[in-house]
């Protein structure tokens, strides 16, 4: 695949990012392409493995090699083929996915390995600039009726791929626009929402029906959902995780969730009243994932007079841990663009009190140092170091801790059985809970993953609802060990 020697002739090129100064002005996109001409080296750079473990990093099963390839040959029209005939939405993946197949290629043993992420949305967008990504409705319906309950990547998917099967597809969402945690949780400057507006003018073309502020189960009785044939539940994992500290209930304690879907609305001009704003303010961002980063981000731009990160965890090695070798997952230090735009970040430290004035407004947290003490067989225990407490300034403390699970709504009005972690029950390559025509995929059914896993399992699910329906399905499964399909 590629150039037999591009690897050895070109070394790893990432886009670029516009000054900090300048982006920190606005909640636009701000990366900086990169020409054709480096795109088409970069793919160069893909070596002819014996075996892409490539494939095996990306939950959707991608065809890595051969797209890099048909970018390396110029072959733009048909490496977009190929890129979608594995993912509904690598426009998506492509600038927010953290990119396993890149953690597990083979180049990465030896050399900075592909930018299998950025060609992919180079591939994406230059197919819809070209033109080539159009709306195809099935030729013929089957006359079956489908409800897909949530619109993020894991409902959009499954809708998407059921339509291709023919049957009538009615997505509902309980938010005022379409895309889950793509529309809300995700801010502007990460992906902006037009991309979403794009791809779903595409998914109402083909013959998808989209119902906004639809709640299910709160707004719209779950009775009604027995006028469809089958139900898929894509409602995601959006039960917050909280800390039980003393001074939690202080104001000035902001869900990360609310902080960032506030701001996004309000960057498409809807009022929010009493907005959470991080302007002049003593900022400590308690949470060291994805979550904590758009807090980051997001404070800088709202103006804010400092910006603190805390995380239980110790500090990540800067190269991969010997610990978790390719082609796994690598434990090893992130460093986002919203990192790059100021901010102390702190490891093993722990909130020991939300300290509040006689008002109940935040003024300070107040915190311990830990160290965490491995015993063979038992969980890790957490132990606070005597002499490190400390109290820091505070306005504004936001919690990015993720999510514990699924709301338990849908799964008590239908019946549905739920797993030990909270998750609605449904044995993995089935999605079939005990309730047999409700089906449940991504975050819903798997806790909180990623946007991969959620179109996977978003494709999966509804192949295996086409298959109840009618008893076969055309429609493609990464697992080929039941009816072979093509793509």
Same mark, same amino acid.
Request: aromatic share 8%; hydrophobic share 35%.
């Given at each position: 695949?590629?150039?037999?020697?591009?690897?050895?002739?070109?070394?790893?090129?990432?886009?670029?990012?516009?000054?900090?100064?300048?982006?920190?002005?606005?909640?636009?996109? *701000?990366?900086?392409?990169?020409?054709?001409?480096?795109?088409?080296?970069?793919?160069?750079?893909?070596?002819?493995?014996?075996?892409?473990?490539?494939?095996?990093?990306?939950?959707?099963? =991608?065809?890595?090699?051969?797209?890099?390839?048909?970018?390396?040959?110029?072959?733009?029209?048909?490496?977009?083929?190929?890129?979608?005939?594995?993912?509904?939405?690598?426009?998506?993946?492509?600038?927010?996915?953290?990119?396993?197949?890149?953690?597990?290629?083979?180049?990465?043993?030896?050399?900075?390995?592909?930018?299998?992420?950025? !060609?992919?949305?180079?591939?994406?967008?230059?197919?819809?600039?070209?033109?080539?990504?159009?709306?195809?409705?099935?030729? +013929?319906?089957?006359?079956?009726?489908?409800?897909?309950?949530?619109?993020?990547?894991?409902?959009?998917?499954?809708?998407?791929?059921?339509?291709?099967?023919?049957?009538?597809?009615?997505?509902?969402?309980?938010?005022?626009?379409?895309?889950?945690?793509?529309?809300?949780?995700?801010?502007?400057?990460?992906?902006?929402?037009? !991309?979403?507006?794009?791809?779903?003018?595409?998914?109402?073309?083909?013959?998808?029906?989209? #119902?906004?502020?639809?709640?299910?189960?709160?707004?719209?009785?779950?009775?009604?959902?027995?006028? *469809?044939?089958?139900?898929?539940?894509?409602?995601?994992?959006?039960?917050?995780?909280?800390?039980?500290?003393?001074?939690?209930?202080?104001?000035?304690?902001?869900?990360?969730?609310?902080?960032?879907?506030?701001?996004?609305?309000?960057?498409?001009?809807?009022?929010?009243?009493?907005?959470?704003?991080?302007?002049?303010?003593?900022?400590?961002?308690?949470?060291?994932?994805?979550?904590?980063?758009?807090?980051?981000?997001?404070? =800088?731009?709202?103006?804010?007079?400092?910006?603190?990160?805390?995380?239980?965890?110790?500090?990540?090695?800067?190269?991969?841990?010997?610990?978790?070798?390719?082609?796994?997952?690598?434990?090893?230090?992130?460093?986002?663009?919203?990192?790059?735009?100021?901010?102390?970040?702190?490891?093993? !430290?722990? +909130? #020991?009190?939300?300290?509040?004035?006689?008002?109940?407004?935040?003024?300070?947290?107040?915190?311990?140092?830990?160290?965490?003490?491995?015993?063979?067989?038992?969980?890790?225990?957490?132990?606070?170091?005597?002499?490190?407490? #400390?109290?820091?300034?505070?306005?504004?403390?936001?919690?990015?801790?993720?999510?514990?699970?699924?709301?338990?709504?849908?799964?008590?009005?239908?019946?549905?059985?739920?797993?030990?972690?909270?998750?609605?029950?449904?044995?993995?390559?089935?999605?079939?809970?005990?309730?047999?025509?409700?089906? +449940?995929?991504?975050?819903?059914?798997?806790?909180?993953?990623?946007?991969?896993?959620?179109?996977?399992?978003?494709?999966?699910?509804?192949?295996?609802?086409?298959?109840?329906?009618?008893? #076969?399905?055309?429609?493609?499964?990464?697992?080929?060990?039941?009816?072979?399909?093509?793509?």
């Amino acid at each position: 695949m590629g150039k037999v020697t591009g690897f050895k002739e070109f070394e790893r090129q990432d886009e670029k990012y516009t000054p900090v100064d300048d982006r920190v002005k606005h909640y636009k996109e *701000f990366t900086v392409p990169l020409s054709e001409a480096e795109i088409t080296k970069q793919g160069s750079r893909c070596m002819d493995c014996g075996i892409p473990f490539c494939h095996s990093g990306c939950p959707l099963g =991608n065809l890595i090699p051969d797209f890099n390839h048909m970018v390396h040959q110029g072959e733009w029209q048909k490496a977009s083929w190929l890129l979608h005939s594995t993912n509904n939405f690598p426009e998506f993946t492509g600038r927010l996915c953290p990119a396993p197949c890149e953690k597990s290629c083979v180049l990465g043993i030896i050399e900075d390995p592909v930018s299998i992420e950025n !060609i992919e949305k180079n591939i994406v967008e230059r197919a819809f600039k070209e033109g080539w990504i159009k709306p195809q409705p099935p030729k +013929t319906r089957t006359g079956k009726t489908i409800a897909v309950v949530g619109s993020g990547p894991a409902g959009l998917a499954a809708a998407q791929q059921l339509n291709r099967a023919g049957h009538t597809v009615t997505v509902f969402e309980r938010d005022d626009a379409i895309g889950g945690l793509l529309r809300y949780g995700i801010p502007n400057f990460k992906m902006e929402k037009e !991309i979403i507006d794009r791809r779903v003018a595409i998914l109402e073309a083909e013959g998808i029906s989209f #119902k906004v502020n639809i709640n299910v189960g709160v707004n719209y009785d779950v009775k009604e959902l027995k006028a *469809f044939d089958a139900v898929v539940l894509c409602g995601g994992a959006t039960e917050r995780r909280s800390l039980p500290t003393p001074g939690i209930d202080a104001d000035g304690v902001v869900q990360a969730m609310d902080f960032l879907t506030q701001q996004t609305k309000v960057v498409f001009g809807q009022e929010i009243k009493d907005q959470v704003l991080a302007t002049d303010k003593d900022v400590i961002v308690i949470g060291g994932g994805d979550t904590g980063s758009d807090c980051i981000g997001t404070s =800088n731009r709202h103006g804010a007079k400092s910006v603190v990160n805390f995380e239980i965890m110790p500090k990540p090695p800067g190269h991969r841990s010997p610990t978790t070798p390719w082609p796994y997952w690598p434990l090893q230090l992130k460093t986002s663009s919203s990192h790059q735009e100021g901010v102390e970040r702190n490891w093993l !430290i722990n +909130t #020991k009190e939300f300290i509040k004035d006689k008002n109940g407004k935040l003024t300070a947290l107040k915190t311990v140092n830990v160290e965490w003490k491995m015993v063979p067989g038992e969980r890790p225990q957490l132990i606070e170091i005597e002499g490190t407490e #400390k109290t820091w300034p505070c306005d504004l403390a936001l919690l990015a801790l993720g999510f514990t699970g699924p709301e338990s709504t849908l799964a008590d009005k239908l019946g549905i059985e739920r797993d030990a972690r909270s998750n609605y029950k449904a044995e993995y390559g089935k999605y079939q809970t005990n309730v047999p025509n409700i089906f +449940t995929a991504g975050d819903m059914r798997r806790g909180q993953s990623l946007i991969v896993w959620a179109i996977s399992e978003g494709r999966e699910a509804a192949r295996q609802v086409d298959l109840y329906l009618m008893g #076969k399905s055309n429609l493609p499964s990464k697992d080929m060990s039941g009816d072979l399909v093509t793509l």
